[in-house]
Structure formats: structure tokens, C-alpha cells
């Protein structure tokens, strides 16, 4: 099994940062796609910004030039940065990995979710 933890959620203004950080442990021979998806209250989860192995990204529109998604590949560590956040932003925020186990059995794995609430 694949593991994912999450960090760095919490309470913010608006207009302030945070960062998001996840990280994969268990027995993993590659991930080839890491990312975040967050959900609020009443909505669908829904994609906020992915990246593969090879650094190609996806983001979101409502979040384009304010998120940036980053990764360490040798790590198994994913990293969301997000800047100007709105109180639109609030969510629960949740990391997923894909890719494979070290006997080549296919992965996907969800972490457990991490708050982020933007108020004033």
C-alpha cells in the first residue's frame, strides 16, 4: 500500500500564502502523476493543479498565475504553493499519487485531507 500524508493547511486572510506539502511512503517503484483536489462544503471534489514525473502541470483556471505546483521526484513529495488566496478557496484540500507499487501493481492513492480556510 501506498501512503500520502498532507500538511500545511490552516487559517488565512485573504490575500495571504500557504503551502501544502505531501508525502508518499510505502513500497513505490514510481509515481507518475501527483496533485491536489479539494472539496468544500456542498461541492464535488474537484482538480486543482496536477504534475507528472516528467514536470508537466495542470492547474485549475480559478487557480492559473496564484498556485504553483511543484515536486520532488526522489523524495515522493508534492508541493502546493498558493498565493493571493480568496475565501472562495476554502476547502478541504487532498494530495493523490499515481503510478506504481514495487511488484507493478497500479496505484491510486488519496491522502486524508488537509483544511484551508480563508477569512478575514
Known amino acids: 500500500q501506498v501512503q500520502l500524508v498532507e500538511s500545511g493547511g490552516g487559517l488565512v486572510q485573504p490575500g495571504g500564502s500557504l503551502r501544502l506539502s505531501c508525502a508518499a511512503s510505502g513500497s513505490i517503484f514510481n509515481i507518475n502523476v501527483m496533485g491536489w483536489y479539494r472539496q468544500a462544503p456542498g461541492k464535488e471534489r474537484e482538480l486543482v493543479a496536477i504534475i507528472t514525473s516528467g514536470g508537466t502541470t495542470n492547474y485549475a483556471q480559478s487557480v492559473k498565475g496564484r498556485f504553483t505546483v511543484s515536486r520532488d521526484n526522489a523524495k515522493n513529495t508534492v508541493l502546493l504553493q498558493m498565493n493571493d488566496l480568496k475565501p472562495e478557496d476554502t476547502a478541504v484540500y487532498y494530495c493523490?499519487?499515481?503510478?506504481?507499487?514495487?511488484?507493478?501493481?497500479?496505484?491510486?492513492?488519496w491522502g486524508q485531507g488537509t483544511q484551508v480556510t480563508v477569512s478575514p
Open positions: 493523490n499519487a499515481d503510478g506504481l507499487e514495487g511488484v507493478g501493481r497500479r496505484f491510486n492513492s
